[in-house]
T-cell receptor, first 113, second 110 residues
């Protein structure tokens, strides 16, 4: 079945550091890939997405490129801020009729000033 | 931006009791979902609902679980006889161009 593997956290970085959170997937067909973010006390918010190979999703300075050859969708940001502290979830959808999301375990990111 | 709402934010119940978790999806959405996240674990799909019936359910969604859209606005998840292992955060989502998630209900079974 479908699965998503994320790098384990927690991850702690200093402000303005470079961020990478690794994500790889296993899925049938050609899934759509997502990164969701969960700020403290809030629900899941879509951060970015990519629907086909070589697409790059971007939002709020975050980027991720859909790499079919390595089945990866790593999240990157060039200069993190304290406000980026949150839990980040990689996810995929492979059944387009139902759009059921399969999530990774989440990576807790803490940015220190 | 439109939002999905969930009530209550936190529910504490005793083992064996029934609980109903409530969600108000975004008004013109047609697909609805429940997910859960046990503390420290991944978010897991429970069930999807379309056209007033379940379109898919996971193996977690056994006979103790049921969903209902009792009126035009609410979408509920019922757990008939709660177990300790049902303690989790439960997220409702509805889908338009993408899935929108509610803030979650934390269920604690004692």
């Amino acid at each position: 079945g479908d699965s998503v593997t994320q790098m384990e956290g927690p991850v702690t970085l200093s402000e303005e550091a470079f961020l990478t959170i690794n994500c790889t997937y296993t899925a049938t067909g050609y899934p759509s890939l997502f990164w969701y973010v969960q700020y403290p006390g809030e629900g899941l918010q879509l951060l970015l997405k990519a629907t086909k190979a070589d697409d790059k999703g971007s939002n709020k300075g975050f980027e991720a490129t859909y790499r079919k050859e390595t089945t990866s969708f790593h999240l990157e940001k060039g200069s993190v801020q304290v406000s980026d502290s949150a839990v980040y979830f990689c996810a995929l959808v492979s059944n387009f009729g139902n759009e059921k999301l399969t999530f990774g375990t989440g990576t807790r990111l803490t940015i220190i000033p | 931006e439109p939002e999905v709402t969930q009530t209550p934010s936190h529910q504490v119940t005793q083992m064996g009791q029934e609980v109903i978790l409530r969600c108000v999806p975004i008004s013109n959405h047609l697909y609805f979902y429940w997910y859960r996240q046990i503390l420290g674990q991944k978010v897991e799909f429970l069930v999807s609902f379309y056209n007033n019936e379940i379109s898919e359910k996971s193996e977690i969604f056994d006979d103790q679980f049921s969903v209902e859209r009792p009126d035009g606005s609410n979408f509920t998840l019922k757990i008939r006889s709660t177990k300790l292992e049902d303690s989790a955060m439960y997220f409702c989502a509805s889908m338009g161009r993408r899935q929108y998630f509610g803030p979650g209900t934390r269920l604690t079974v004692t």
